[in-house]
């Protein structure tokens, strides 16, 4: 289970970013406001919620432990 990840980021889409580690490219979905805090070219670290289900492999991810925790509860509801 991926709980974290630190990289640079190569892309900026409307809802996600391509977050480079080692050469792999990984495709995190984010809020439009913490999009809206990135820059492409620079490194992030974000905690990560991953998602596995039968029809898609998703990974959210947070600036924060709190907000992390937060989207984890709602989750739960």
């Given amino acids: 289970m991926i ?16 977050l480079e580690i080692g050469g792999i490219g990984y495709r995190v979905q984010l809020s439009t406001a913490v999009l809206t805090l990135l820059k492409t070219g620079q490194e992030q670290f974000l905690y ?12 959210y991810g947070f ?13 739960s509801v």
């Avoid at 709980?3 to 391509?18: D, F, H, P, T, V």
């Avoid at 432990?65 to 709602?74: G, N, R």
Wanted: aromatic share 4%.
């Fill in 63 to 75: 600036l924060s432990s709190q907000d992390l925790a937060l989207f984890t509860k709602l989750l």
């Fill in 48 to 59: 990560i919620h991953e998602q596995l289900r039968e029809d898609a492999h998703e990974l």
């Fill in 3 to 18: 709980g974290s990840l630190r990289g640079e980021i190569i892309e900026i889409g409307a809802n996600y970013i391509l």
